[in-house]
């Protein structure tokens, strides 16, 4: 059994492992981050790459305005295309309710200064040509909202990592964590290695609960299904991820890259748990959904599907922060936003483990909180 | 004159620039970078380069580029894992699943 040491050793792949990571490295940590399989093998790789600060929760709005500045910056930092495309968010309203809803979360998100309005049913068929309107009331469309591709940013960080001095280590599987008197002290590896290390951030997605568990804390974090298609490349049509809350609605938008379009909906009832296996449900009624909104959509072939876990937590906001256990840190139970989360959490939770304070205090993203009102912009 | 310097030219980027994935574009020369990177299973190819990711879904070059790890790593090809095929195998228009019933 080989020892080794690090600052912090991170446990995870992911977007949120790797930024974080990339963050530490360059503020000077000895960064190892270890992952069981491959980077973007759990629900990074899944993810259709939408970014958006048009949310309820104030914490949520602050640090998404972050992240979009730090993607808009990505390119540069990371020496990487990372596909960073401004085409925005346009949130669908077919009743009087949800469009009140709408109006009520511009308000808290404009008072942060976000560039974001409530648009007519005809503003929203000008931005989105060929848009089934029918009962439609407008839309909240935020134009500062984006794509980009999962796996650039992701790979990025990570050689970024590597750049900075780090370790980033595959098929490496996390088996324990040493503590005494309820502080870390080192890490077991599938591979017989032993981190010693002062610092461990638990960056698992849905299998964070386990690497808690490691250190005998419990964390109220819950996995579903969510399935998503892919279609062929096709002429660009429209720029904003459209998305329809109706509970047989959904959300996709074209990929600008390459012209794809990714969309998916959420499960009414959901899904609980880790399967990942594509159904033949949801080939044949998100189809339905993308083409009763976009009808010329029809002839468009779908190349591929797929499914992936949602990391939810009671309240729909990341649990982000320290634990019980000194010196071990969690971010994680993102709730299906971890990409676009990614950046400035990875930002600011380096400055947490680094030097105590993050300049967006995350003390409503706390493990301990008390988990209130949910997040109504899932 | 200008013809001629043109063929030649041509000629030259065809011979350095071979496409193996067709759907998506990926040349040789990028596989090979992404193995010598670390990329080195089909799956992990795939997601750098989108490689089997296009309209064949693979069936042209997979087995290409298991040839390729092969040659680079020295894992067989024969016991490479190829990336999960995801259903529909052949694509089809969205209107056309969206009129499936089950049957
Ligand atoms: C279909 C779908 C669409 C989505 N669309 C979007 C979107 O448009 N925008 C957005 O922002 N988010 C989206 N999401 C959510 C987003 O994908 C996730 O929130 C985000 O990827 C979470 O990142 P993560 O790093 O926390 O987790 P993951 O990417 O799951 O990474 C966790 C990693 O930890 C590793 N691991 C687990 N246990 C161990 C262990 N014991 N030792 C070592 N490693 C371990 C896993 O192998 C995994 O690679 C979507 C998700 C799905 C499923």
Same mark, same amino acid.
């Given at each position: 059994?080989? =020892?080794?040491?690090?600052? $912090?050793?991170?446990?995870?792949?992911? %977007?949120?492992?790797?930024?974080?990571?990339?963050?530490?490295?360059?503020?000077?940590?000895?960064?190892?981050?270890?992952?069981?399989?491959?980077?973007?093998?759990?629900?990074?790789?899944?993810?259709?790459?939408?970014? /958006?600060?048009?949310?309820?929760?104030?914490?949520?709005?602050?640090?998404?305005?972050?992240?979009?500045?730090?993607?808009?910056?990505?390119?540069?930092?990371?020496?990487?295309?990372?596909?960073?495309?401004?085409?925005?968010?346009?949130?669908?309203?077919?009743?009087? &309710?949800?469009?009140?809803?709408?109006?009520?979360?511009?308000?808290?998100?404009?008072?942060?200064?976000?560039?974001?309005?409530?648009?007519? =049913?005809?503003?929203?068929?000008?931005?989105?040509?060929?848009?089934?309107?029918?009962?439609?009331?407008?839309?909240?469309?935020? &134009?500062?909202?984006?794509?980009?591709?999962?796996?650039?940013?992701?790979?990025?960080?990570?050689?970024? %990592?590597?750049?900075?001095?780090?370790?980033?280590?595959?098929?490496?599987?996390?088996?324990?964590?040493?503590?005494?008197?309820?502080?870390?002290?080192?890490?077991?590896?599938?591979?017989?290695?032993?981190?010693?290390?002062?610092?461990?951030?638990?960056?698992?997605?849905?299998? =964070?609960?386990?690497?808690?568990?490691?250190?005998?804390?419990?964390?109220?974090?819950?996995?579903?299904?969510?399935?998503?298609?892919?279609?062929?490349?096709?002429?660009?049509? #429209?720029?904003?991820?459209?998305?329809?809350?109706?509970?047989?609605?959904?959300? #996709?938008?074209?990929?600008?890259?390459?012209?794809?379009?990714?969309?998916?909906? $959420?499960?009414? &009832?959901?899904?609980?748990?880790?399967?990942?296996?594509?159904?033949?449900?949801?080939?044949?009624?998100?189809?339905?959904?993308?083409? /009763?909104?976009?009808?010329?959509?029809?002839?468009?072939?779908?190349?591929?599907?797929?499914?992936?876990?949602?990391?939810?937590?009671?309240?729909?906001?990341?649990?982000?922060?320290?634990?019980?256990?000194?010196?071990?840190?969690?971010?994680?139970?993102?709730?299906?936003?971890? #990409?676009?989360?990614?950046?400035?959490?990875?930002?600011?939770?380096?400055?947490?483990?680094?030097?105590?304070?993050?300049?967006?205090?995350?003390?409503? #993203?706390?493990?301990?909180?008390?988990?209130?009102?949910?997040?109504?912009?899932? | 004159?200008?013809?001629?310097?043109?063929?030649?030219?041509?000629?030259?980027?065809?011979?350095?620039?071979?496409?193996?994935?067709?759907?998506?574009?990926?040349?040789?020369?990028?596989?090979?970078?992404?193995? !010598?990177?670390?990329?080195?299973?089909?799956?992990?190819?795939? !997601?750098?380069? !989108?490689?089997?990711?296009?309209?064949?879904?693979?069936?042209?070059?997979? !087995?290409?580029?298991?040839?390729?790890?092969?040659?680079?790593?020295?894992?067989?090809?024969?016991?490479?894992?190829?990336?999960?095929?995801?259903?529909?195998?052949?694509?089809?228009?969205?209107?056309?699943?969206?009129?499936?019933?089950?049957?």
């Amino acid at each position: 059994m080989a =020892s080794r040491t690090a600052d $912090t050793v991170i446990v995870g792949g992911g %977007i949120i492992g790797a930024a974080t990571g990339y963050y530490l490295a360059k503020s000077g940590h000895k960064v190892v981050l270890l992952e069981r399989s491959f980077p973007c093998s759990g629900a990074t790789g899944r993810c259709i790459g939408g970014i /958006r600060a048009q949310f309820t929760h104030d914490l949520s709005i602050r640090v998404m305005i972050e992240s979009i500045r730090l993607f808009s910056e990505l390119n540069d930092e990371l020496g990487e295309t990372v596909h960073w495309h401004q085409g925005g968010y346009l949130f669908l309203a077919f009743d009087e &309710p949800r469009k009140q809803a709408f109006l009520e979360a511009i308000k808290v998100q404009r008072n942060y200064g976000l560039d974001v309005e409530f648009i007519s =049913s005809a503003e929203c068929g000008q931005i989105v040509p060929g848009l089934n309107r029918e009962g439609l009331l407008g839309g909240a469309y935020c &134009p500062t909202d984006g794509q980009a591709d999962p796996f650039h940013v992701t790979y990025g960080y990570l050689a970024g %990592i590597k750049r900075l001095g780090g370790e980033v280590r595959v098929d490496t599987e996390v088996t324990g964590i040493n503590t005494r008197d309820s502080k870390v002290v080192s890490v077991l590896t599938s591979k017989g290695d032993e981190f010693f290390c002062p610092n461990v951030l638990n960056a698992a997605g849905a299998w =964070s609960d386990e690497i808690c568990r490691m250190a005998g804390i419990e964390v109220p974090i819950a996995p579903d299904r969510h399935e998503s298609l892919v279609t062929e490349a096709v002429e660009r049509l #429209f720029d904003p991820m459209l998305v329809d809350y109706r509970s047989d609605g959904c959300y #996709f938008v074209q990929h600008i890259g390459t012209g794809h379009f990714v969309g998916c909906y $959420t499960p009414v &009832p959901l899904v609980p748990g880790r399967n990942m296996d594509a159904t033949d449900e949801f080939i044949t009624e998100m189809p339905r959904r993308m083409v /009763r909104l976009v009808p010329k959509l029809g002839q468009v072939k779908v190349l591929r599907q797929w499914a992936g876990s949602y990391c939810m937590t009671p309240d729909g906001s990341p649990i982000c922060g320290r634990t019980p256990v000194e010196g071990l840190y969690i971010s994680s139970g993102m709730s299906g936003h971890g #990409f676009m989360f990614g950046p400035a959490l990875g930002k600011l939770m380096a400055e947490l483990i680094a030097c105590g304070k993050p300049s967006i205090p995350l003390d409503q #993203f706390a493990p301990d909180r008390e988990f209130g009102k949910a997040e109504a912009m899932k | 004159m200008g013809g001629k310097t043109r063929r030649t030219a041509r000629k030259r980027t065809a011979k350095k620039v071979t496409v193996v994935c067709r759907c998506e574009e990926v040349t040789e020369d990028e596989i090979r970078r992404a193995i !010598r990177e670390g990329h080195q299973t089909l799956e992990q190819i795939k !997601r750098k380069l !989108r490689t089997g990711m296009g309209h064949c879904q693979g069936r042209g070059c997979l !087995r290409i580029i298991a040839q390729m790890v092969e040659e680079e790593t020295g894992f067989p090809a024969s016991e490479q894992k190829l990336p999960t095929s995801r259903p529909p195998l052949k694509p089809l228009p969205l209107d056309l699943l969206a009129r499936y019933d089950g049957e």
